[in-house]
């Protein structure tokens, strides 16, 4: 019985870690630039975004990801060790080789902390274009 209660509260542990990982991945990096751009753009008094701001804005998104994927691909080695064999791609199998079966090889929590930002984020967006968006037609 200890056994199954440690083993649930690790599970438990991790998907809250991977939530948070998510919530930072998929909303803080962009909203965090945000935060500077209209830091930027406020001590210089415009009304609209400048170009300027603009690609400050999108260079620091690009370079923040880069980073965070780096630092994940550094966990993901780390923590794998010698526990998986090396991913064999689809692209990657002969002919003769066994069959591609997906779904049969478990996502690494830094592969299912990504997937999940982007099922998020693109049930976020679709919410928000269908329900929230409005028309850009002139009426």
Request: aromatic residues 8%.
């Amino acid at each position: 019985m200890g056994e199954r209660v440690k083993t649930a509260s690790q599970k438990s542990g991790r998907l809250v870690l991977e939530v948070a990982a998510a919530i930072v991945v998929g909303a803080g990096v962009p909203l965090f630039w945000i935060w500077i751009g209209s830091l930027l753009q406020g001590a210089r008094g415009a009304q609209g975004v400048e170009a300027s701001t603009a690609i400050i804005m999108l260079l620091g998104i690009l370079i923040s990801y880069t980073v965070v994927l780096m630092i994940a691909g550094a966990i993901q080695a780390r923590g794998e060790g010698s526990q998986r064999p090396p991913t064999r791609y689809p692209w990657m199998r002969s002919m003769r080789d066994e069959p591609y079966r997906p779904g049969t090889d478990k996502l690494s929590p830094v592969e299912a902390v990504f997937v999940g930002t982007a099922i998020v984020a693109s049930i976020a967006m679709l919410i928000w274009f269908f329900a929230f968006a409005g028309s850009p037609l002139p009426s």
